[in-house]
Structures are given as structure tokens and as C-alpha cells.
């Protein structure tokens, strides 16, 4: 019987080619989009599982809020690690990462410099905590010896062969002097150390051994043994505060107590968070690597979801339209004998087939679509056909499909009754309109709202792209590691000037993209230390042709310059700063400001200017308030440069600092890059709304079409017969079109109130944002009602123009 | 005795009206009868055919088949009584177009759950006796009208019913092909024992029955 079920439901998709195509394809559009999500969201959620005990493994978290604004660190002080080892017999282990950004390495009797983008200090607990092996080294002594460092396979390589690689010296940054002890494996893309290469030991880290609680600089992992629970520990690391802080406190303010602290509404709560929870749910200052958000999942598992249930509904829809062609075989095979639960189970197993050859499909549609996708999402994923997890995940995925869509049409025409269908009642024996609309009212509710929010996400972006920030950051080129230069960073900057093709070239770490941070409280000189006025600004040290390259408008006193002999002991700050003074830009000018609590003796800057507010972060946040002062230690060079050929442009500056330092690497990158890097995530965001509304629509308009050659030819008699009575084509269409269009209306209704409200939600995470437009939702709603009339009036007018004697004849 | 009506009444409600398809019908049939059921257009002849075929209700009255109280059934009991006794011919065939002739004459048995190997006996008998061997593997679309009634007929039979009920089985057929079938019919009928119910138009095909029953109206007159 199954193989006549077989061989029934291949022959019927087969009579019916258009039918099956439109339903292969739109059930091979929602899988393919489905199967790449959740190869996505496997990937995400995979995150540090890698390691050994991952599951016992946590990182200790504060929340601080001291003064000034809360904060929640990823970063605890450095004593933590021996107060943690000394109070818990629950913990078996405990390792910190003191992360030193990037490093230029070189080999000892080598002049040229690699450059590595993430190095840190750690513990020798290290291997212990996350089963590493060493390829080379003895885990044993390795990094237990100060100036000894670890390195990554591919990290090694760039130096020596990995067996010769122990006991080799190693220069870092020109100036420190390390000893290979050890080649680990490069890490893997979903382990938070994906960026790291280079391992020091925390032996050669001073700091680390200092007890100061007051300064959280440390990550710290720990490892309960196997019978602990994280809650078991909160509440006694909670008492730390009490314990460890407090006593700290007292240094600076004596006699200060806990209650005190709290009842000036200050707080320190110290947390554990799970090691494989780190990658999705952890936004704290000074995360070890780039996180990503749980809301993304939601997003993007929402909308996997919503592509299935899209698809599977279109195939619903489908068939029972389809239906009225399978009525008299439904007839035919009562009278056999055939009771309902043969009948549902033939139409059961015509579903699965489809599916079947829809997950075919779609296997197909994702590997031609994975590297676009990858891109997308900035991922590396790839189909996993060897793993037989991935078949038998995929194969029961695809019947439940197939049972499911196919359920509500089995049942539906499981139903009829032979005497009425086999009398060629036609349309009148089908039913289930209504479900049948309001299946469309919900594929066109859900495409309508994804053309708003794809809309409000583009707006916002454009918005962001043409904002003024307050300074320019366009040709502004940045040429990092300039202190490898030492004493001739300088005539570096002075001949980099001299090319004809730059304006303007300025030498500093800080610049208004993301990553410059560095803050300091200073105290007016009226006023005294009374913390009410203390105003914590970042502090810029730059040179005098900093505010020209970077395009700063002065709105009060004047630029540092030259002339002035002592501009050494002078700020120039923005208007937020001023703000925070609770001065005009006018009144600020001739204050005076110290930074750091040393009343003994104050160094006092006078403020001699005020800039335009710039952005220094992602519009998401405020404004901060910035200082700039004048300082030689500078990082990176920024050169203005003028339109044209910037290729040339950068070969040339390489051709100077070559001649000024030949070897080191020349390292740069522009300001707009940066710029539009911060904003990655919402243009992914944007992207993967588009192509989802795409496919959304595309899915929904298969149904319709579906749907009105259905309609068309269960009203072939009515057409018939106005016809005979005199009605146009053109009328008669426009009948039949208008019928979905209510459909499409109410969608309509009840999906841009909802866009609405949900892209106000996403907006107010801007603290600079558009209002949503009106002509968004015009739009949308006039794109939906195009999509449809053009999908539906080819089937209305082809049913108008069928000659009225053949469709009266049938009876 | 193989099905007794007792005052069957059937009825539709139309604005606040009881039209009547069937009123007090009184039927008997025995076992190797061949009834003919005439009346004009809407007299309620197809109406009573699907009431004996167990297709479509009754309001009033009594239906025994074979001494079971029809009326009283479930339908799922129904369906056995009807798959196992009632073999139906229609006026369009009703082939399954996806299906070849060969395949077609096998769903009843499918559905009767015959074993295959008796199944393939069953249709290769079957075409040898209607003469369509050479046709089995063609699909009804491939065929003329007779030779389409021909095999719904062998579908009819194959199941080896007891009763088999036509609903104008000649009306889309010339006069030739009506022939044929109508022959068949009695050949049926007198050599092998079926019982046959027909519905038809055409006095001349009544004339091959045994009985005659005329309906107006829904009643029996």
C-alpha cells in the first residue's frame, strides 16, 4: 500500500508540474533560510564549549558604581585571584589574563618586527584551567618563570620551525626580551582567545602582585570542582567587599564604612558568569574578546522560525486550493473502499515527498548561498554533510515539515463527500475559505512588517552615515605603531608633511573612533575637592596640529599654538565638558582644572579653548566629555590627505617612514573604516532584514499566485455566466483582483501598528536617532498592494478572457 | 433476501421548507435481480442509488443490507459493508487518470487489503475476461468512452461484490458502446448472479432488467 501511496503522490506531482513547482520552491526558499540560521545560532551557542571543563569553569564579574557613573567590568582587581584561592575550598583553580593589546615581536638577532594583535600576561594556571597541551614545552614549568612566553602554532611559525621553538628569545616591542617555553594550538574562531597569539607569564607583571583593590584590571577564570554549584559561592564573594574593598577604601577616606558607601547610593557587587555564557550574554568594560549579542539569536531564531512557518503555511494554502483538482479522486476512492485514514495517510505521505524533494532543494539553494551568507554574517560556517547528527537532525526535521503542512490539507480532504464531489459541484464542495484567508492576511501581515523595519534600519543607517560628528573623518588616514620610530617619530611627521598631497598630519594615541578611552577626574581650582565638582573627562595628550587635521570647530578662546611659550599646562575641552562645569564656553576659558586627587601638591591646567561637541563612540551613546592636552608620547600618526589617489598616497608616506626606520611594519588604516565598523552589526542587521523580506515576499507571493488560480478556476462559472450577461474583462479582473486586496488591506492594518512599535523599541537603543517617517509606511503598505495586484491580476485576467461556452459546458 | 428500504423519507430544508427527495420509499431486492430505476430529471432516482450505496443518508426509515440494519451503523462499519458487497459504475467513469487501467482495476483490492500475489491473479483475470489485456498499461485519458465504462465495469467486479449499482452508466456513451455495456450487464446478471441496480434515461436499456421502478417526485409509483 505504501509503495501505491508512493507511486500515486510522485505521479500526481508530476500531472501537476506548476503546483509542485510552487510548492518545492517556496518550502526550499523557508528551509534553505532556516537550515543557514540555525548553522548560524549552532555556531554562536558553541562558543567555548571546546574546552575541557567548560562547564565548571567562570569568570568573576563587578559591578561597580563608585561616584561617579555605574559601570560593569569583565575585569577584577589583581589580589582577587589570592583572596579567591585562599577563602574558597570550592575552587579548584584560578587564572588571570592581563591583556596587553597588540605587540610588535621580532626574534632576538632579527631587525624586523611582526606585528601581533593580541598579547597578555596570564597565569601559569593557564594550561591546567583549559586542558591545553603543549606541542612544544613542558606544561609543567611552563610560564612560571618571569620573561617567558607561549606562543600560538601560527604565531611560532612566523619565527622558527615549532620543534626549534623552546628556549628561543623573542623581543617584544623592541624592548622586552622573552623566552619561548612553549607552542600552543592556535585557538579556535569560537573560543573567546581566537585573537590571542602571545602568552606571557604573569610572573614578569609587577602589578599583578600588588594588592590594590582599587583598580580592576585582571580577567579572572575559576574553576569550581566538580560538586559546586556558581550559586553556592555568590554570597561569600559578595562579602569581598566588605572583606578586602572596604579596608582599601579607608586608605584614601579614613573611617568610611560599608553602610556609608551604600547609603551615598554607591555599590561593588562581585559575580561569577559561566565561561560559555561569556560569548552571548556578556557586554562588561573590557571584554577579552568582541561579543555578540543573545538578542541577535532571538532575532535571527524568530525569524528561521517565521521563514518555515511562512512556507509551511503557503503549502497549506497550496493544496487545500489545490484541493478542488483532487476532489473527485477523493470521491473515486471512498466509493473503492477507501476510508478516511487510508486517504489522509496517501495525502501524508504526497507531503513528505514534496518536502523531501523541497529539502533537496534547499541543500542546494544553501550551498550556493553559504559564502554570501557567511560574508553576511561575518562568520566561517560550513554545511556539516559528513556529520550523521546533521542527516538525521535534517531528515526528521524534514517529515515533522511534512507532517506537519501536509496535515491540514490530509485532513481537509480526507473530508469530502463522495455523492458531492463526484456530482461536479465544484467550488462549492471545497470550504475552508476563511482559513485559506487568513493564512494570506498573515504571510502579507508579516511581509508588510519587515518592509518597515527594513525601511526604519536603512534610515537610521543613512542617518548615522550623514550625521556631522564634529570633526572630519573622511581622508583622514592612521598610521599606527609610530613609536617604533622612537626620536625621528617626529621628522617622520615633518616630512610626511612636506608631500605635496597632505594637509595636515598630527601625531597622538587618541582619536574620536571607539577605541581611545582614557579618563581622569579633575577638580576646578575653585571649589576645592569637593566631589560635586570634580568633571571626569578623558584626557587626549595630542600636538598643535591636532585640532586642525581633525577639523575641530573652536567655538570659544583658541587652538594651542606655538607662540604661546607655556601652552604645556593648558586643556582645551569640548562643549560637553563644559556642560558638566555648568559654565558657558566663554566663562570656561582661564579656568583653571587639576586632574588626580593629590591636594598636596596640584598641577593646575588652564582651559584655553572649547571645541564643538565630536563623537567619540557609536550614536548609540552620549556625548563624553574630552580634554586634549599637549603630550610627545604618541602611538599613531593621523594625516589628512587630499582627494585623489590614495593608493599612491599611502605608498608614498610608506616610502618615508621606510627611510626613517626601514623594517618595521607599516600599519594603517582610515578613520572612516573605523567609523563604519562601529555601526557592523546594524548594517548586518539591515542586510539580513533585507534578504528576508525578500524572501518573505517571495514566499507570500507563491502563495497568492497559488491562491488566485485557485479562486480564478473556482469561479469559472460565475465568470462564465457574467460574461454571457455582458460584463468586460477588465471588469471582471478588477473583481477578482480586489478580492485579495482586502486580504492584503487587512494585513496591512494590522502589521504597520506593530512595525511601528517594535523599530520605536530598536531606535531608542540610539540615543541619536531618526523619527520613523510617515512615507515609511506609505511605502510599505503601497509595495505590499503592488506585489499583490501584479501577482494576482495575470491569474484574474486569464480567467476573464476564457470563453463563457467553455466554461458553462462542464455540466 | 439481500436489502430491504422501509419507508425511507429524506429530505432538505430550503427556506424554511422540507423539500423531499425521498418520500416513503418501500423497496425490496433479492439476490440475482436486475432493477431498473426510470423517472424524470429530479425525481430522486441517483438520490435513492446512493441511499442503497450507503454514499448518502436517509432521514426517516429503515435500510437493511443483508440483515444488518444500515441505518444503525457507524460509518466506519458502513464502509466495510459497502467496500466488501457494493461495486459502483458512474455515468463519467470516474477513473483515476493517474492510474493505468492495470492499476485502476487494483485499488479496490488495495483497499480491501488482498495480498498481492492474488491481487495480480485477480487483475490479470479480470482483463482477460473484459478483453483489455493489451491496455493495461495505458492511463484512461488514452482510451475511448466504452472501453473507459469497460474497465470501470472490470473495477466494479473485481472485488467480487454482490450488488452492483450504475448511475446511468451508458449517458455519456453513443448507442453502440451503450450496447455493449448493457450486454454485459445481463451477461452478469444471468451467468455469473450479480445483482445490478441501474439508474437510467433510456427505455431501451430498461428493457435488459428484470424490474422496473418508476420515481416522481421521490415516490415510488
Known amino acids: 500500500m505504501f509503495k501505491n501511496y508512493i507511486k500515486i503522490a510522485w505521479r500526481s506531482l508530476k500531472k501537476q508540474p506548476f503546483f509542485t513547482f510552487l510548492n518545492t520552491f517556496g518550502l526550499a526558499i523557508g528551509m534553505a533560510g532556516a537550515l543557514l540560521i540555525a548553522l548560524y545560532i549552532y555556531d554562536e551557542m558553541s562558543y567555548d564549549k571546546m574546552f575541557a571543563d567548560a562547564n565548571s569553569i567562570h569568570r568573576i564579574h563587578a559591578d561597580i558604581k563608585f561616584g561617579g557613573d555605574a559601570r560593569e567590568f569583565a575585569v577584577t582587581p589583581a589580589p582577587m585571584a589570592e583572596a579567591l584561592k585562599n577563602d574558597f575550598s570550592e575552587i579548584e583553580l584560578v587564572t588571570r589574563f592581563r591583556t596587553r593589546g597588540s605587540a610588535l615581536v621580532r626574534k632576538a638577532d632579527d631587525q624586523a618586527n611582526v606585528k601581533e594583535e593580541q598579547t597578555t600576561f596570564v597565569d601559569a594556571s593557564f594550561f591546567e584551567m583549559f586542558g591545553l597541551e603543549l606541542l612544544a614545552g613542558d606544561v609543567k614549568t611552563a610560564l612560571k618563570n618571569p620573561n617567558t612566553l607561549v606562543l600560538t602554532k601560527t604565531a611560532a611559525e612566523k619565527h622558527f620551525e615549532i620543534g626549534n621553538a623552546v628556549g628561543q628569545n623573542l623581543v617584544l616591542n623592541n624592548e622586552e626580551t622573552y623566552t619561548v617555553v612553549g607552542v600552543i594550538d592556535d585557538f579556535p574562531q569560537n573560543s573567546f582567545l581566537r585573537d590571542h597569539s602571545v602568552f606571557e607569564s604573569m610572573e614578569g607583571n609587577g602589578d599583578a602582585k600588588e594588592i590594590n583593590w582599587g583598580s580592576n584590571n585582571y580577567q579572572t577564570f575559576i574553576k569550581l570542582i566538580p560538586t559546586v554549584n556558581a550559586a553556592d559561592i555568590q554570597e561569600q564573594l559578595r562579602g569581598f567587599l566588605g572583606k578586602y574593598v572596604i579596608p582599601g577604601v579607608q586608605q584614601y577616606m579614613p573611617g568610611i564604612t560599608e553602610e556609608q558607601l551604600k547609603k551615598s547610593g554607591s555599590y561593588l557587587v562581585y559575580s561569577t558568569m559561566p565561561l560559555t555564557d561569556i560569548h552571548l550574554k556578556s557586554h562588561r568594560v573590557a571584554e577579552i574578546s568582541a561579543n555578540n549579542d543573545i538578542q541577535s539569536i532571538y532575532i535571527l531564531s524568530f525569524i528561521a522560525v517565521f521563514l518555515i512557518v511562512l512556507a509551511s503555511v503557503n503549502f497549506m494554502n497550496l493544496s487545500t486550493a489545490h484541493s478542488l483538482k483532487r476532489a473527485k479522486e477523493v470521491g473515486v476512492r471512498k466509493t473503492l473502499g477507501s476510508n478516511k485514514i487510508d486517504l489522509v495517510r496517501q495525502f501524508l505521505v504526497e507531503s513528505g515527498l514534496i518536502s523531501f524533494l523541497s529539502l533537496l532543494l534547499a541543500l542546494i539553494f544553501a550551498v550556493i548561498a553559504l559564502p554570501f551568507f557567511n560574508t553576511l554574517a561575518n562568520k566561517d560556517v560550513s554545511i556539516p554533510f559528513t556529520s550523521p547528527v546533521f542527516w538525521v537532525t535534517l531528515l526528521g526535521s524534514v517529515v515533522i515539515l511534512g507532517l506537519f503542512s501536509g496535515s491540514y490539507p490530509a485532513f481537509f480532504m480526507s473530508r469530502f463527500m463522495p455523492i458531492k464531489v463526484l456530482k461536479g459541484g465544484g467550488g462549492s464542495s471545497v470550504g475552508g475559505g476563511t482559513i485559506r484567508n487568513s493564512l494570506v492576511v498573515f504571510q502579507f501581515a508579516i511581509s508588510v512588517f519587515l518592509i518597515v523595519s527594513t525601511l526604519v534600519v536603512y534610515q537610521q543607517l543613512k542617518y548615522i552615515q550623514g550625521k556631522d560628528l564634529g570633526f572630519s573623518k573622511d581622508q583622514v588616514l592612521i598610521i599606527n605603531d609610530v613609536y617604533t620610530a622612537g626620536d625621528k617619530v617626529t621628522s617622520f611627521k615633518e616630512q610626511v608633511k612636506q608631500l605635496g598631497f597632505v594637509k595636515d598630519a598630527t601625531l597622538s594615541s587618541f582619536f574620536p573612533t571607539p577605541s581611545s578611552r582614557s579618563d581622569s577626574t579633575f577638580s576646578p581650582e575653585e571649589g576645592g575637592t569637593d566631589q560635586e565638582n570634580a568633571v571626569s573627562m578623558q584626557t587626549w595628550a595630542v600636538d598643535y596640529d591636532y585640532v586642525s587635521t581633525m577639523d575641530f570647530e573652536l567655538v570659544a578662546g583658541r587652538d594651542f599654538d606655538k607662540n604661546f611659550g607655556n601652552d604645556s599646562t593648558t586643556i582645551i575641552v569640548n562643549e560637553a565638558a563644559v556642560r558638566i562645569m555648568k559654565l558657558s564656553p566663554k566663562e570656561a576659558i582661564g579656568k583653571r582644572y587639576t586632574p588626580g586627587f593629590d591636594s598636596n601638591n596640584p598641577e593646575y591646567f588652564t582651559i584655553i579653548g572649547v571645541v564643538k561637541d565630536f563623537h567619540i563612540a557609536s550614536l548609540k551613546e552620549d556625548i563624553d566629555a574630552v580634554s586634549l592636552h599637549l603630550g610627545d608620547r604618541a602611538y599613531a600618526l593621523a594625516v589628512k590627505i587630499q582627494p585623489g589617489d590614495f593608493t599612491n598616497a599611502i605608498a608614498r608616506i610608506e616610502g618615508v617612514w621606510n627611510t626613517i626606520v626601514p623594517g618595521e611594519p607599516f600599519d594603517y588604516y582610515f578613520m572612516e573604516d573605523a567609523f563604519n565598523n562601529t555601526y557592523q552589526s546594524e548594517r548586518r542587521l539591515g542586510n539580513i532584514f533585507i534578504i528576508f523580506t525578500v524572501l518573505s515576499l517571495l514566499i507570500a507571493c507563491l502563495g497568492l499566485f497559488g491562491l488566485a488560480a485557485f479562486n480564478a478556476e473556482k469561479r469559472i462559472k460565475e465568470i462564465g455566466v457574467r460574461k454571457v450577461l455582458g460584463a468586460s474583462v477588465s471588469q471582471i479582473s478588477m473583481r477578482l483582483t480586489i478580492d485579495f486586496l482586502k486580504l492584503v488591506g487587512i494585513a496591512i492594518l494590522i502589521s504597520l501598528p506593530l512595525g511601528w512599535y517594535v523599530m520605536n523599541k530598536w531606535l531608542e537603543d540610539f540615543t541619536y536617532r531618526i523619527n520613523i517617517p510617515w512615507w515609511v509606511f506609505l511605502l510599505a503598505a503601497f509595495l505590499a498592494v503592488l506585489i499583490s495586484v501584479l501577482t494576482v491580476s495575470y491569474q484574474s485576467i486569464k480567467a476573464a478572457i476564457v470563453n463563457p461556452v467553455k466554461s458553462l459546458r462542464s455540466e | 433476501m439481500l436489502l430491504q428500504l422501509n419507508n425511507i423519507f429524506k429530505w432538505v430544508q430550503q427556506g424554511g421548507q422540507r423539500i423531499f427527495l425521498l418520500k416513503d420509499v418501500n423497496l425490496e431486492v433479492e439476490e440475482g435481480e436486475f432493477i431498473s430505476i426510470m423517472g424524470p430529471s429530479g425525481s430522486g432516482k441517483s438520490t435513492l ?173
Open chain 2, 49 to 221: 442509488l446512493n441511499v442503497i450505496g450507503m454514499l448518502d443518508t436517509f432521514n426517516e426509515g429503515e435500510y437493511e443490507f443483508l440483515s444488518e440494519s444500515v441505518h444503525t451503523l457507524k460509518e466506519k462499519y458502513r464502509s466495510n459493508l459497502y467496500k466488501e458487497y457494493i461495486g459502483f459504475v458512474f455515468q463519467s467513469y470516474h477513473l483515476l487518470d493517474e492510474l493505468t487501467v492495470e492499476e485502476n482495476l487494483e485499488m479496490p483490492l488495495l483497499y480491501k487489503k488482498v495480498k498481492g500475489s492474488e491481487r495480480k491473479a485477480l487483475v490479470a483475470d479480470m482483463l482477460d475476461r473484459f478483453n483489455i489485456v493489451g491496455k493495461k498499461d495505458l492511463f484512461p485519458t488514452q482510451l475511448s468512452g466504452g472501453q473507459q465504462q469497460l474497465v470501470g465495469v472490470a473495477r466494479a467486479l473485481i472485488g467480487k461484490p454482490k450488488l452492483i449499482l450504475a448511475d446511468e452508466p451508458t449517458g455519456n456513451l453513443n448507442s453502440q458502446q451503450s450496447e455493449e455495456i448493457m450486454q454485459l450487464f445481463q451477461k452478469l446478471n444471468k451467468e455469473d448472479g450479480v445483482t445490478i441496480i441501474q439508474v437510467t434515461h433510456s427505455e431501451k436499456n430498461a428493457e435488459y432488467g428484470s424490474r422496473i421502478i418508476n420515481l416522481l417526485d421521490g415516490r415510488k409509483i
